[in-house]
Each structure stands twice: as C-alpha cells, then as structure tokens.
C-alpha cells in the first residue's frame, strides 16, 4: 500500500466498486492496460487527474471475497480486511485511473508488466474479460498550492498513468516540466500536455537502478523561473530523493512538494 509520502487523501464516496475485465491489452513492451467496466461505475465520481484506488483481486475466482471487503481502506477498513481468512481475502494494491469514458462505462489501468513477481502485474498480463475485481476509489493526490508559478512533474513508469493524467487536466496555459523515466521509448504514450510544459522521456539504461536517471535530471535540467509545485512519485527512492533535492538543497517549501513512493525495490506491497 502506499508508503512513504505526504499525499492528502480526499476520498471518494463510491464505497466499494465492483467491475469485470472487458479486455487486457499489451500496449507497449511494458504496459498492458486492463480495461474494466460494471454497473457500479454509475455511482462513482470521475475526478481525473492522478485520481487512484485499492484494487481487490480475488485469490479465489470462485470466493472472491468481496462481500466481506470493506468500503474505505482507513484504520477500522484495514483491520477489519486483516480479519478476512487469507485463503479468500482479496490482494489489495494501488492502481491509477488512466482513462475513463463514462458514455460506455469504460475504465482503463495501465499496469506496469515487471515480471513474475508479485500479484497485480502478473494478474494483469493473463486477465481474461469477466474477471472480477472491486476497488475502493481514493481521490487525487494532485493538491497544487495557489502560488505556484510552474509545475514540477517526476515520475518511472509506475507514474506514467498519474502524469500523462494531470497533464491532460491541467489548464491549457499551465507552465512546467515533466520528467519520465521510462525502460523502453516504445513504452512513451502520446500525452495531452498544455503547450508550456516541456514533457522528457528519460529512457533508463541496463543496469541503473529505477529512477536514478529520473533523479539526475531532475537535478541537471535547467527550471523555468518562479516557485514550482512538485509532485513526485514512483519508486521510493525517487519520490524521496525528489523531495530532498527541492526542500533540503533549493529551500522550496514542504507544502509545494508532493511524493509517493508507489513501490520499493525488492519489497512486494503486502
Ligand atoms: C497512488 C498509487 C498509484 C499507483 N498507480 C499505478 C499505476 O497506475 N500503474 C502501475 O503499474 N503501478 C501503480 N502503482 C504502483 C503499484 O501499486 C505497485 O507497483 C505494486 O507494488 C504492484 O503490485 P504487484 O502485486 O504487481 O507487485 P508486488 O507484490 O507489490 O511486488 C513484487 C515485486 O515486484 C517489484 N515491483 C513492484 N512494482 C514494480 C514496478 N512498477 N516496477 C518494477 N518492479 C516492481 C517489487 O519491488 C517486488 O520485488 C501505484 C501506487 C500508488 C501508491
């Protein structure tokens, strides 16, 4: 679940969402977009952006388990979901909404294909139409300051999703710089991105660590004038790192900077 980070959760009021696989689609070397769809998407709030969710999927196709989930991951939700016995309870982890098209009820999530470890990716590369799933919707995390006179986007290819939707969201005339690693150019994906902000695949070399490429041009790029909003996620090292560089060696203030470590290294998200 999502770890080392300041996001301010607004949480949706959907409660539990229930929705099966339409299709799952290998898009690039390392993407495949699962898209899903269900009646209960009626009653849940597009709000676009970086808007995220707890993904359930079940570990028993026939128990999925989700009757007994509950309908927001807080204190209480989370225990009470530590309760469910393990052989039916639903792995949860934290996916992003990519797209939305409400007039066919369509839902889309690029998962990042990483290979046999772990349960999302995996599950994502053989999920077939009708398998269930269910999220709890999570809000954005995108909170920009008022004074802010550019914007800052960071991300691997965990955050493409959150980027790609924040700057197809952003007001037409917002300035920036967006910086993606990514493992591959063929993964690049075409993205709305207002005019004034100048969007850099940074394409990660064998045998570099995720995000430390990220980092350095971070560091190296020059930055438009005026106070940045930041925001910063992926990997933990780079979300951190990020936020280190800008709060602790520019002086910008905590409150412009927004991280999430999405994942870590060597350590699954249980
Ligand atoms: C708010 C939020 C939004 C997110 N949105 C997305 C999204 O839209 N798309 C997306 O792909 N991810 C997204 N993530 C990240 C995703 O939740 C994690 O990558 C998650 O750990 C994947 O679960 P898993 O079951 O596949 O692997 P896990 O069981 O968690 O991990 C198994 C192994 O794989 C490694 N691993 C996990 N993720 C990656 C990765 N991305 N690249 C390389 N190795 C990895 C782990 O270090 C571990 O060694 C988001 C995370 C957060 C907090």
Redesign the pocket.
């Known amino acids: 679940?999502?770890?080392i980070?300041n996001?301010e959760i607004t949480h949706g009021v959907a409660g539990l969402v229930r929705a099966e696989v339409v299709r799952s689609e290998r898009i690039s070397p390392h993407f495949q977009r699962v898209t899903v769809t269900g009646p209960d998407l009626e009653r849940w709030t597009y709000q676009g952006f970086?808007q995220?969710f707890r993904l359930a999927i079940p570990v028993d196709e026939s128990h999925p388990g989700f009757d007994r989930l509950p309908d927001r991951i807080d204190m209480k939700g989370y225990l009470k979901y530590l309760t469910m016995p393990k052989a039916t309870r639903p792995?949860i982890?934290?996916?992003?909404v990519?797209a939305y098209r409400p007039e066919a009820q369509e839902l889309d999530?690029?998962?990042?294909v990483?290979?046999t470890?772990?349960?999302?990716?995996?599950?994502a590369e053989v999920a077939t139409p009708g398998k269930q799933i269910a999220f709890i919707d999570?809000g954005c995390?995108w909170s920009p300051v008022d004074d802010a006179d550019w914007f800052l986007l960071v991300a691997?290819?965990?955050?493409?999703?959150?980027v790609a939707g924040i700057l197809r969201d952003l007001p037409r005339d917002a300035r920036g710089l967006a910086i993606v690693e990514l493992d591959s150019l063929d993964d690049a994906q075409h993205v709305d991105a207002p005019d004034g902000v100048d969007l850099h695949w940074v394409i990660r070399p064998e045998g570099r660590k995720?995000g430390e490429l990220a980092l350095e041009h971070v560091r190296d790029l020059p930055f438009p004038e005026g106070v940045p909003y930041a925001f910063a996620?992926g990997?933990a090292a780079l979300a951190t790192g990020t936020r280190r560089y800008l709060v602790s060696e520019l002086g910008i203030s905590k409150k412009n900077v927004t991280f999430?470590?999405?994942?870590?290294?060597?350590?699954?998200?249980?």
């Not at 999530?109 to 990042?112: G, Q, T």
């Not at 691997?156 to 959150?162: E, H, I, R, T």
């Not at 999430?260 to 249980?270: F, I």
């Open positions: 679940m999502a770890s980070s996001i970086d995220w792995v982890r934290n996916y992003t990519r999530i690029d998962f990042v990483h290979g470890d772990g349960v999302a990716g995996p599950w999570q995390g691997d290819p965990s955050g493409l999703p959150a995720v996620v990997e999430c470590g999405y994942w870590k290294a060597g350590r699954n998200s249980d």
